[in-house]
């Protein structure tokens, strides 16, 4: 859908392509942000490609821009990661999309699709968070589950005996 709107636009700001790479603890959460500023009108694609993330995990995302004029407002069309789409509000002076607790196997990949009206003197912007948490559970949740299923064994037999 996003591609075919911005098929029927003439004019094309610049697109961008940027590498972020995600800080804490490799082992548990990660997170950042990230963001461009766009100083030509027109139809935009912007990538984000974030690293590390092989592997599957929880994702949490946002996306917010304010532009209180034409020349500083852009309108989102769409954005997603790995083709989750996020949920976007509609277009005006403040938009804003996110996503939430989506699990996604990695690498990931934000793909944001938008229009500005900036025109070369002045300038629009966008910014957005990201944090992900590994999907698969830790050893300590496995070994809570193995002794759940133990006690409840040990109660059907307790059951059974009487």
Sequence with gaps: MAAALLASSGAFAEDTVQNVNLGGDAGD?????FG???????DFVDTY????????????SSLVTIGWYNATNID????E????A????PNGTFEYGWLINEPIMGPLV?????????????SASYAGTIN????????STYGMLLGGMGVLAWLARRRQAV
């Design 29 to 33: 959460i990660l997170s950042a942000h």
């Design 36 to 42: 461009v500023t766009h100083t030509q009108p027109g």
């Design 49 to 60: 490609n974030f690293s590390p993330t092989n592997g599957s995990w929880f994702v949490d």
């Design 76 to 79: 989102f069309y769409a954005a």
């Design 81 to 84: 990661i790995n083709g989750h």
């Design 86 to 89: 996020m949920t976007m509000t």
């Design 110 to 122: 934000l793909t944001v699709y938008g229009s500005t009206m900036s025109d070369g003197l002045a």
């Design 132 to 139: 992900i948490a590994p999907a698969i559970p830790e050893p």
